[in-house]
């Protein structure tokens, strides 16, 4: 589904991500490891059009979209989750949900919120939709509750709620456990598996939860110094001796 060719992102003379080739199959849930620095993010955002590539290319079903904007791959079905901004701690969680088709896609957030009122048979259609999503995170009994009240585990799957308002083909994932605990993580599990098996979901992931990892992803892919080092089952990748030795080095 996404084939990424001899990619480089460099910040001045820094070769963060240093000829990077690899592959998302569709309706894989791929994981993507790699030591602290080894450019994982820095790849993501290049594919999710935060970053232009100094060189390489990107595809996505067999179609060139290296450079695309994000609101333009947001179309096509390929999203990277964000923190929930700062301005929407203060508005529930069902709104932040409710706000999503129309934010992402090229108009203002803000726009968005004030052009919310219009159609109100769309919004109604909309707060169901977000109920729906809420009700499959099950995070329904926080529909009404302000974003920003909620713990770091909430909030990971309230960003991944807002993938589900729009029809994502394929979600990336930033460490997505970070600082959540066994419960949420498990939740937060359970609703990429079950987004994947029941929905199609094609989900890229990047954790450092090993146990995480090997519980979901296949294919796994380690990266180090900006290059893919080795790919896999997470059981192979784990006793192969170069992305020990990688791990070890940091
Ligand atoms: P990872 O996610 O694998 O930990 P990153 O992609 O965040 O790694 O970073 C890879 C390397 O690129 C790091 O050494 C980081 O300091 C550097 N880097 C990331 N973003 C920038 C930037 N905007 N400017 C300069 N260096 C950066
Ligand atoms: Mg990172």
């Known amino acids: 589904m996404i084939v990424v060719e001899n990619l480089h992102k460099h910040f001045g003379g820094f070769h963060a991500v240093d000829g990077a080739s690899l592959e998302i199959a569709e309706e894989s849930i791929t994981g993507l490891i790699g030591p602290n620095g080894a450019g994982k993010s820095t790849l993501f955002n290049v594919i999710a059009g935060v970053l232009n590539p100094t060189s390489g290319s990107v595809t996505m079903a067999g179609e060139d979209i290296t450079g695309l904007e994000p609101h333009e791959l947001f179309h096509r079905g390929l999203?990277?989750?964000?923190?929930?901004?700062?301005?929407?701690?203060?508005?529930?969680?069902?709104?932040?949900?409710?706000?999503?088709?129309?934010?992402?896609?090229?108009?203002?957030?803000?726009?968005?919120?004030?052009?919310?009122?219009?159609?109100?048979?769309?919004?109604?259609?909309?707060?169901?939709?977000?109920?729906?999503?809420?009700?499959?995170?099950?995070?329904?009994?926080l529909a009404d509750e302000k974003a920003g009240n909620l713990s770091g585990g909430q909030k990971k799957l309230l960003e991944l709620g807002r993938t589900m308002m729009v029809d994502a083909k394929i979600v990336f994932l930033d460490e997505v456990g970070a600082g959540v605990n066994r419960t949420l993580l498990n939740t937060i599990g359970d609703a990429i598996v079950r987004l994947n098996r029941e929905r199609g979901y094609t989900f890229c992931l990047i954790e450092h939860d090993m146990d995480f990892i090997a519980r979901l992803c296949d294919p796994v892919i380690v990266m180090a110094e900006g290059k893919v080092l080795a790919e896999g089952s997470a059981e192979r990748i784990m006793e192969n001796e170069a992305v020990i030795e990688a791990y070890l080095g940091t």
Do not use: C, Y
């Open 79 to 141: 999203l990277r989750t964000f923190q929930i901004a700062h301005e929407f701690s203060s508005m529930s969680v069902r709104e932040n949900l409710m706000m999503v088709p129309a934010g992402q896609s090229g108009e203002t957030l803000w726009n968005a919120w004030f052009s919310r009122g219009r159609v109100a048979g769309e919004e109604r259609a909309l707060a169901r939709k977000a109920d729906d999503v809420l009700e499959f995170l099950t995070i329904d009994h």
